[in-house]
């Protein structure tokens, strides 16, 4: 019944930072597939499956009863964070393929769910920044990150666990914060093939943005100049790459 569960690399790649015998959430699990994933591959493992549409609730609901694991995975009902309800032995949550911005919100709204977790593992589809900024400022440390590509797409996955949940490292500097936020502080110090493709199409899309902005009837001098330093540290980040190889 295991090899029958077909799940993505990228999903793959997200249930290997869950330890073994997890208690997470999945939220907006759609089908349920990575908690049903996970529990068949670790006997002691228990997941909630959040979703917000009844659609995808009765399609997860039917997937946890077709690999007979009701008993270990709960499929709930509810906005975001919500279906954790009053749950303190959820200790680890998955919020993956969704754009960086709506994961943000989740977690910003659902943050009084959190006090028990003590990891979040998140893979945004775009706007990775933002997920990093919300998990800086509420005290949770990156401690992993990955790049990958799959069907021509790059995500990345973050790693953070709880300030206080072990002696964690702080892995962003101050002088560079803004910098580590873009592009990823462990990233940024296992720069692979894949990063340095994501960032060669980043440059040139971000270039292209501020010769259309430049052209403008009103031009956004502030936001020209922000968008230039960014170019500028991908610029760096790139030629530092190219003189190592």
């Given at each position: 019944?295991?090899?029958t569960?077909?799940?993505?690399?990228?999903l793959?790649?997200?249930?290997?930072?869950?330890?073994?015998?997890?208690?997470?959430?999945?939220?907006?699990?759609?089908?349920?597939?990575?908690?049903?994933?996970?529990?068949?591959r670790?006997?002691?493992?228990?997941?909630?499956?959040?979703?917000?549409?009844?659609?995808?609730?009765?399609?997860?609901?039917?997937?946890?009863?077709?690999?007979?694991?009701?008993?270990?995975?709960?499929?709930?009902?509810?906005?975001?964070?919500?279906?954790?309800?009053?749950?303190?032995?959820?200790?680890?949550?998955?919020?993956?393929?969704?754009?960086?911005?709506?994961?943000?919100?989740?977690?910003?709204?659902?943050?009084?769910?959190?006090?028990?977790?003590?990891?979040?593992?998140?893979?945004?589809?775009?706007?990775?920044?933002?997920?990093?900024?919300?998990?800086?400022?509420?005290?949770?440390?990156?401690?992993?990150?990955t790049?990958?590509?799959?069907?021509?797409?790059?995500?990345?996955?973050?790693?953070?666990?709880?300030?206080?949940?072990d002696?964690?490292?702080?892995?962003?500097?101050?002088?560079?914060?803004?910098?580590?936020?873009?592009?990823?502080p462990?990233?940024?110090?296992?720069?692979?093939?894949?990063?340095?493709?994501?960032?060669?199409?980043?440059y040139?899309?971000?270039?292209?943005?501020?010769?259309?902005?430049?052209?403008?009837?009103?031009?956004?001098?502030?936001?020209?100049?922000?968008?230039?330093?960014?170019?500028?540290?991908?610029?760096?980040?790139l030629?530092?790459?190219?003189?190592?190889?």
């Open positions: 019944m295991i090899n569960l077909k799940l993505s690399e990228r793959k790649k997200v249930s290997s930072f869950l330890p073994e015998g997890a208690h997470f959430a999945d939220i907006g699990s759609d089908h349920a597939y990575l908690p049903c994933y996970v529990c068949l670790d006997q002691k493992a228990k997941a909630v499956a959040g979703e917000v549409n009844i659609g995808p609730f009765n399609s997860a609901k039917s997937t946890v009863e077709a690999y007979q694991l009701s008993n270990r995975i709960d499929v709930r009902l509810g906005n975001g964070l919500e279906v954790l309800g009053d749950d303190t032995d959820i200790k680890q949550v998955v919020i993956a393929g969704m754009g960086g911005s709506l994961i943000k919100t989740i977690l910003d709204e659902g943050k009084s769910k959190l006090s028990s977790v003590q990891r979040i593992i998140a893979q945004p589809n775009v706007d990775e920044r933002n997920v990093r900024r919300w998990l800086l400022k509420e005290g949770f440390i990156v401690i992993d990150e790049i990958m590509e799959e069907n021509g797409h790059r995500y990345e996955i973050i790693v953070a666990d709880k300030k206080g949940t002696e964690l490292i702080d892995p962003y500097t101050k002088k560079q914060l803004e910098r580590q936020l873009l592009f990823g462990i990233l940024l110090k296992n720069k692979t093939g894949i990063f340095h493709e994501k960032w060669q199409s980043e040139k899309k971000l270039s292209r943005i501020i010769s259309q902005m430049k052209e403008a009837s009103n031009v956004d001098n502030e936001k020209i100049e922000r968008f230039e330093k960014e170019l500028l540290w991908i610029k760096e980040e030629q530092d790459e190219e003189q190592r190889n």
